[in-house]
């Protein structure tokens, strides 16, 4: 007697998608580009040769000397592009890790003391989601100056308060979980079972916030250093570039055009990923 199968016609579920992989090539682009910039740097940024002064790039008239041209004073584009993402990741990755950590913490104490502890966090955290941030940055700035630290240690206050809401309704949730419960009753001490028990469990999530924060920061970082307010000369970012090219949009666009397209390829590339990471370590989607 025969067995009747039934066969599926379903293809096998696919890893990794063509936009996941574009995104990212193109992360780990930019992290060896910011990497290896002084070694694939042809000059230096602070560079001037006025001879060769707005001269156009390759396939626009210009020649290999300055394959994606050069500035208003004569400065190679291609080798400040180079720099400039090195200093906008370094920004970002250290103010997204500020972020989620402070973040973190708070969210993780608000959950754990609850009563007047937690109310005082959730207000403080009300006070810092209400701030436009651009005000505090400006006061932080003509209170402290500026300096590179002290700007990464300022963007590292963009985003916390979303982070510390986020850790917190983790927290709460896996502590009403039976994992959580069993532990505590096992007399483990609290931070053990937050480090060891909540905070593992709860790594996707924060690992996906923490994707979302970042673009974000490499957007703000970039509008400061537009206005003026962020990396300061001599060093360079994606932001002054398009801060110094905006007055030869008509002439020389190619001083804001390269700037421009990383800023928005690279929000988008880890956007992307983020999702990626989110669909592969959210136990709830398998």
């Not at 997204?96 to 009563?115: D, P, W």
């Not at 009403?176 to 483990?188: D, F, H, K, P």
């Not at 931070?191 to 924060?206: C, D, E, F, K």
């Not at 970042?214 to 703000?220: D, M, S």
């Amino acid at each position: 007697m025969k067995t009747a199968t039934v066969e599926t016609n379903r293809p096998p579920p696919r890893s990794v998608d063509l936009p996941t992989l574009l995104a990212g090539g193109w992360v780990l682009l930019m992290l060896f580009t910011a990497l290896a910039a002084p070694l694939m740097a042809p000059y230096e940024i602070t560079s001037i040769d006025l001879r060769h002064r707005l001269a156009p790039p390759v396939g626009f008239g210009g020649t290999m000397l300055h394959v994606l041209g050069t500035d208003d004073l004569g400065r190679d584009v291609a080798s400040r592009l180079f720099y400039s993402i090195r200093t906008s990741l370094l920004v970002a990755f250290g103010a997204t890790a500020i972020s989620v950590l402070v973040g973190t913490g708070i969210g993780f104490i608000a959950a754990y003391f609850r009563g007047l502890v937690e109310h005082a966090l959730l207000l403080m955290i009300d006070v810092q989601a209400s701030l436009p941030f651009l005000i505090v940055a400006l006061a932080m700035l003509a209170c402290f100056g500026n300096s590179l630290t002290l700007f990464v240690a300022l963007m590292g206050l963009y985003g916390w308060e979303r982070n510390a809401r986020l850790a917190r309704g983790l927290a709460i949730t896996a502590s009403a979980q039976g994992y959580a419960s069993a532990t505590r009753q096992l007399g483990a001490h609290p931070l053990r079972v937050y480090l060891r028990h909540i905070l593992p469990n709860s790594a996707a999530t924060l690992l996906v916030g923490a994707t979302v924060t970042f673009p974000e920061i490499v957007l703000v970082e970039s509008g400061l250093s537009f206005l003026g307010l962020g990396v300061q000369p001599p060093m360079t970012s994606l932001g002054v570039m398009v801060a110094a090219g905006r007055e030869y949009i008509t002439r020389a666009s190619w001083m804001l055009l390269a700037p421009s397209l990383v800023i928005v390829i690279t929000a988008v590339a880890v956007s992307v990923l983020g999702d990626w990471l989110r669909d592969k370590l959210d136990p709830t989607l398998k």
